[in-house]
């Protein structure tokens, strides 16, 4: 899953920057409205953090613009603890949710993975999909309840396809989501994390649609046996 953070402390980027890189998530970063406006405006994010007081151009405008130009990604905005009239504005403009400066790391990524499920379907934050798990909060895996070794990428790939079962993931889709701006991208890479997965879950969860993408199915279900038969 890829995250956009729009803020202009830098130490605080930072912080945030590092909590989600090490929660399992791709991140870009912007430290003014204008540079936050023209990445949210050009790239795929799955959810993005926004800072309203911004230099250049601030939250609230920049939040409006996205909505009026169709941009639906989850946005959980940052305001200053005495400023209630930037909640409202913040809500009006878009907003998903809000944290008030401040906050704890712990509460910003919990906030952040219920937008990232309600914005896929999803209620709980456990996905399982048979006899497989993948726990958001703690960025891991089981099979049959036995830990899954993944490398970074491998989560991604995992974490954004159970956020996605069922529907066939192009190939594209999936590099535009689990690399962050600044990675030398390859699209081929994604069949080796597919390929190592499929030998880490059972190839059978993943299924190839030839010239369209992955779909993650339960190989237990009836109708992935339908699909087999």
Avoid: C
Wanted: aromatic share 8%.
């Amino acid at each position: 899953m890829r995250i956009l953070v729009v803020e202009d402390d830098p130490d605080l980027r930072r912080q945030l920057t590092d909590a989600l890189t090490q929660s399992g998530y791709a991140v870009d970063q912007a430290a003014d409205g204008e540079e936050g406006h023209f990445l949210g405006d050009t790239e795929p994010y799955d959810a993005v953090i926004l800072d309203l007081g911004l230099p250049i151009l601030d939250g609230v405008s920049v939040l409006e613009r996205w909505r009026e130009d169709g941009k639906l990604f989850p946005v959980l905005i940052l305001t200053a603890r005495d400023r209630w009239s930037e909640k409202v504005a913040g809500f009006d403009a878009g907003a998903d949710d809000y944290l008030t400066k401040p906050f704890y790391t712990e509460e910003l990524l919990a906030r952040l993975r219920a937008l990232l499920r309600r914005a896929s379907g999803h209620a709980s934050a456990h996905l399982e999909l048979g006899d497989l798990r993948v726990d958001t909060r703690a960025a891991r895996a089981t099979i049959k309840g036995q830990p899954i070794k993944l490398t970074a990428h491998e989560y991604r790939v995992l974490s954004y396809m159970m956020h996605h079962q069922g529907r066939v993931v192009p190939r594209t889709e999936l590099v535009e989501h689990i690399y962050d701006q600044d990675f030398d991208r390859d699209s081929n890479t994604i069949e080796v994390f597919i390929g190592r997965l499929r030998k880490k879950i059972g190839s059978d969860y993943i299924q190839t649609e030839r010239g369209l993408g992955y779909r993650l199915i339960d190989p237990t279900s009836e109708d992935a046996s339908a699909d087999n038969a």
